[in-house]
């Protein structure tokens, strides 16, 4: 089966724009959470969409935000970018809890 | 925030050794996982011990899960280069709460 397809791999912006990254999950899965990577704060949550609905959110600013359409491709949005906000950004989708996650190969964000 | 803590923070040995990894984490949980990340890529799911659980076997690796000392092993044995990578522990409580990962220990396999 298809594996969580994330797009674009790779993304250059400059400071002060908008970032909309894309994430296919397994299919039948309707768990799926976010996740910034960086090499100084390790892997640090977003947030996680349910049936469409935002079940779990981080400790992240209001630039940061989500959603999830009703075949459980989700999209996260970034605005006004800022140059910390450079970082690999993981998409995981699931089962549920109890099930482990299964990851896509995450975009590259980097903000110039 | 970190939930889990793996320790050591980087480890290198030779092919054919045993690497064994430690995670220590905070509060009660509901289930343990171990990922493995390859650099730069998306992590890969190894393996899940639930609470209840005190060892768990998948090929070469084995871990373990100590609830009482809040804290778990992994142990990947006859370790082959194939094996360099970051691993990572992450704890997932009881409710419909997110994962939270430790911030990983990085294995270099030595040829």
């Known amino acids: 089966k298809a594996g969580v397809t994330q797009t674009p791999r790779y993304l250059i912006k400059t400071r002060g724009q908008q970032v909309t990254l894309s994430c296919s999950p397994i299919s039948g899965h309707r768990s799926v959470s976010w996740y910034q990577q960086t090499p100084g704060q390790g892997l640090q949550f977003l947030f996680e969409?349910?049936?469409?609905?935002?079940?779990n959110k981080g400790n992240f600013p209001g630039r940061f935000s989500g959603r999830q359409f009703s075949n459980s491709r989700s999209e996260m949005n970034v605005s006004t970018l800022e140059l910390g906000d450079s970082a690999l950004y993981l998409c995981a989708s699931s089962l549920g809890q109890g099930n482990g996650y299964t990851f896509g190969s995450g975009t590259r964000l980097t903000v110039v | 925030s970190q939930q889990g803590e793996e320790d050591p923070q980087a480890l290198s040995i030779q092919e054919g050794e045993n690497a064994t990894m430690n995670c220590s984490y905070k509060?009660?949980?509901?289930?343990l996982q171990w990922y493995r990340q390859n650099s730069g890529r998306g992590l890969v799911h190894l393996i899940l011990?639930?609470?209840?659980?005190r060892e768990k076997h998948s090929g070469r690796l084995r871990v373990t899960l100590d609830t009482s000392k809040k804290s778990s092993s992994l142990l990947i044995t006859a370790s082959r280069a194939a094996d360099t990578a970051s691993y990572f522990c992450?704890?997932?409580?009881?409710?419909?709460?997110?994962?939270?990962f430790g911030k990983g220990t990085r294995l270099s396999v030595i040829a």
């Open positions: 992450a704890t997932e409580n009881s409710g419909n709460t997110p994962l939270v």
């Open positions: 509060t009660s949980i509901n289930n």
């Open positions: 011990i639930r609470s209840n659980e």
């Open positions: 969409y349910f049936s469409e609905t935002q079940r």
